[in-house]
C-alpha cells in the first residue's frame, strides 16, 4: 500500500528530495504522496522529521 503524509507534516520538503521516483509534491500547507507513483520503498519515512510519512 502506498505512503501517505499525515497532518503532521510540517512541509519542510526533506521527503521530496529523497523519493526516488518523484511522488511527492508540495500540496495545501502539507507535502502529499501520489499513491499510483509511489513504490512503498520507504525514504520518505526514514527522512522525516516528525515521522509524517506511513503506509497507508
Known amino acids: 500500500m502506498a505512503y501517505v503524509i499525515s497532518d503532521e507534516c510540517i512541509a ?8 526516488p521516483v518523484s511522488a511527492i509534491s508540495e500540496g495545501d500547507g502539507k507535502y502529499v ?6 513504490i ?14 506511513a503506509q497507508g
Open 33 to 38: 504522496i501520489d499513491a499510483d507513483t509511489c
Open 12 to 19: 519542510c520538503g526533506a521527503c521530496a528530495g529523497e523519493c
Open 40 to 53: 512503498e520503498c520507504g525514504a520518505c519515512a526514514g527522512v522525516c522529521p516528525v515521522g509524517a510519512p
